[in-house]
Structure formats: C-alpha cells, structure tokens
C-alpha cells in the first residue's frame, strides 16, 4: 500500500512536523540574516541574488541523487547524518568572514537541505491513511511556513541587537532537532528495515492509491502531474525575482527598518499557515485530480496578483494584508501540489518524486533570483514588483490551456472523478 495500512501515526506526524518547522526556521534565520547583512554592508542586487542561488542550487543540481537516496536509504539514517553535518556547517558559517568562504558553506548548508526535503515530504503520507493525508499535510506545511515566519523575524530582531554570530548560532542549534527526529519516529521508508507494526483497526474511508511499480517511474507519463509541476515551476520562475527585490524594496523604497522588514516579509508565511488549514478540507473532497490541478492554478493566480497590488502601497505595514491574503493563496496550492502527488506516485518513489517537484521549483526560483539581481541595477524596486506580478499573471494565463488539456485527458482515460493512480493499482477499482 502506499499509505499506512491501518490508523494514521500521528506521533510521528507531530515529531515530523516540530523537525521541519524548527529546521524551517533555522533555514530562514540564516538567509535573512545573510541578506541583511550583505544589504547592511552596501551590497547591491547581484550580490544578494549570488548568495541566494548559492542556497537554491544544490536543490536543483543534487535532485536525482537526493531523490534516489531517499528512496533507498533508511530515514533514519539520513535524518540523523544530515541534522548533525548541517548542525556543523553552520557553526562553522558563525565563524566564517570571507565572502567566498560563505557563500560555499551555503551551498553545503542547502546540500543537506536537499537530502531531508525529500526524506520528510515522502514520510509523511507513509504515516497516514488517505483520508488523513490532507490534514497531515496541512499540518505539516503549517510547521514549514511557521518557521518560515519565526526565521525572518529572528533575524531582524538579533541583527539589530547582536549581529550575525548570534543567529547563526542558533541556527546551528536548530538542526539537532533533525537528529532528534530522526531518532524517535517510528515510521521508516527506504533501505532495510525491521516490518512496521500491525495497526489495530483499519481506514474507515479508504481511498484508492498507486501501488504500481517504482523502479521505472518517471514524472513525464502522467499528464496531469507533468502539468502540475511545470505550471508551479513556471509561474515561480516568472515571479520570483521578488525574492532578491523584497529587501530593498522594503529598506529602501519604502524607508523600513530591518525589525520591520522582519516582521513584514512574516505575513506572507502567516498567511500560508491559514490557507493550508482553510483549504485541506477541499482538497479531500476534490477527488478529480484535474479539478483540484485548476483550483492550484487558481491559487498560484492569485498569490500573483497580490505580488501586483502589492507595488501601489506607500508603507510597508500596508503590505501586511496584502502578503497574507496572497500567503493564504499560497499555503493551499502547497496543499494541493503535496496531496496530488501523493496520490499520484507509487509509495516506493515519492522520495524521486517530491525531489523532481522541489528541483523544478528551485530550479525556476534560481532564475527569478538572477534576474531581480541583474535588474536591479538598472531599475528602481517599485517597478519591479510591478513586473514581477504582471509576468506571474501572463504566466498562469499561458499555463491555463496546458493544464485544462491535461485535466481532460485525464478524465477520459480514467473516467470522472477517478484517479489514474487508482486505476494503476492492479487493474481493478477497490
């Protein structure tokens, strides 16, 4: 089965979810205070975008090998290894002064990132029963994007106080909490393994799930889950320059202070919290993968526009309502992606396939990174966020026809309502 068998483990969901969101935080309070600190010393945008992709392209460049070890390696075993490198890689950034130097320990820093991203996204669906799996979901993309919004937070408040030593110490301390993880989950995929415990009662609403081979899977077969990575990864790439563009136009377009650039760049991770909770419900009764695939789209959409409405305003604090309405956006199509493929990916290769979701991702976001580097010095911030929201909208736009045409032959070759995973799984309907 691709999902556990019997009642879903939530002890090891919540261990799962206290690891990623205190890792998550550790991850965010090193990249802000490392941006802050280059746009404090009167570094421009190349510089920031640099330090940037240096913490994005392991994800991309280590993707089928992270993806494989997931896949093939106890969890245990990959959990504990990475919590305890990563835990000396940044101690070893605390210390660190030259430029170079750091930008290297970012990419071994984002190397072990590489390895548990696929390690934790492929657990959790191993936890749950199907019918679990939106909540689980929710909750534990709830731990990421509360990270997400302590980190930034964080590094504004002790850069102002402390400097960078601080922080990334903390950092350091963070990702013991992988190791811990690792230690006291009881669920285990990948690599030999003692046989999981029997369950005491089964799934009262079972749903149907790929059980089909693993060895041979490949993203390119399934239309819709084709569909759905390249729409997120493109729309991502058409956007994302915000993420080099944010700080200089929160500090220095709008005046802000770097604890209220910590606080603002919050509200979008707030509002992801919010739209995950509020939208699994919908994603557990959407059983048309091709419905739920246009109401994702929908979402991205929508996280564009807020980008766009986001140029008009003359104060940072008003850009609180409008990142957490466009966060809300976001924190569902995050759900949605994460249900999709979990219903759509046989167990054994969720490790390779959430790996391929997360380098597409990183991989589109590197471009946006480099080109709000490049454009900055050639244009001021407002204008930019201004094009960065009307690209994302053109980019959904372009993306709708794809995604509806996925979305149709999907539906004819299965049938209404009905998943091509299920219909994978030993030629029958359950």
Known sequence: MSFTPGRSRW??????TAARGISSCGDFLAASTLTLA???AGAGGPAVAGLLIAASLPLVGLAPLTGRLAD???SRTLLVAAGVVQAAICLALAYAGHPALVIGLVALLAAGLAV???VLAALVPAMVTPGDLPRASALNQTAGTLGALAGP???GLLVGQFGTRVPLLLDAVSYLALVAAGLLIRTRRGGARPAADPRPAADPHPTPTPAGPARGWRLRPDRLLFAMVASLAGVVGAVGAINVIEVFFIRETLGSSTTVYGLVTGAWPLGIVAGAW???PLTRRLT???RLLGVGLLLLGGCCLAVLVSAAVPSAWLLVPIWLLGGLLNGGNNVVSNVLLARRVPEAARGRAYAVLGAAVQGAGMVGLAVGGLLLDLADPRPLVTACGTVGLLAVAAFAVPVLR???????ANGPGQRRGAARAAGSTP
């Open 11 to 16: 002890p090891d969901v919540w261990l799962a």
């Open 38 to 40: 280059l746009q404090s």
């Open 72 to 74: 093939r390696v106890d």
């Open 116 to 118: 548990t991203q696929p």
């Open 153 to 155: 937070a964080l590094a």
């Open 278 to 280: 509020a939208l699994a």
């Open 288 to 290: 048309d993968d091709g």
């Open 406 to 412: 996925a979305a149709r032959a999907d539906r004819a």
